[in-house]
């Protein structure tokens, strides 16, 4: 079964770092761009970061200097550091793979595998 799991999320004050993780298992991503998103209370889910099977990066620009997106090949992994966080960075984080776009993608219509989420909450 194919399928991605994600973890790390939690309640941290403002300022401080947190570092999600998404394991994929069923088969092997090391090609396919993976991307995270997420979907605060209220809101639409909104693209992160992506990361693609070279290596490739993209940010929102909400993110950019503070968020980092890794991946590790040999593990079937992908990782989103999250420094300085925020208050208006509080949502349900998501992790997805792409399998038809060799970049690094930003539209959700371009991933077709998503994880169940896992949830982030910065206090002030």
């Known amino acids: 079964q194919v399928q991605l799991v994600e973890s790390g999320g939690g309640l941290v004050q403002a300022g401080l770092s947190l570092r999600l993780s998404c394991a994929a298992s069923?088969?092997?991503?090391?090609?396919?761009?993976m991307g995270w998103f997420r979907q605060a209370p209220g809101k639409e889910r909104e693209f992160v970061a992506s990361?693609?099977?070279?290596?490739?990066?993209r940010y929102t620009d909400s993110v950019k200097g503070r968020f980092t997106i890794s991946r590790d090949n040999a593990k079937n992994t992908v990782d989103l550091q999250m420094n300085s966080l925020k208050p208006e960075d509080t949502a349900v984080y998501y992790c997805?793979?792409?399998?038809?776009?060799?970049?690094?993608?930003?539209?959700?219509?371009?991933?077709?595998?998503w994880g169940q989420g896992t949830p982030v909450t910065v206090s002030s």
């Open positions: 997805a793979v792409s399998f038809s776009v060799l970049r690094a993608p930003s539209s959700s219509n371009d991933y077709s595998l």
């Open positions: 069923g088969r092997t991503f090391s090609r396919y761009a």
């Open positions: 990361i693609s099977g070279s290596g490739s990066t």
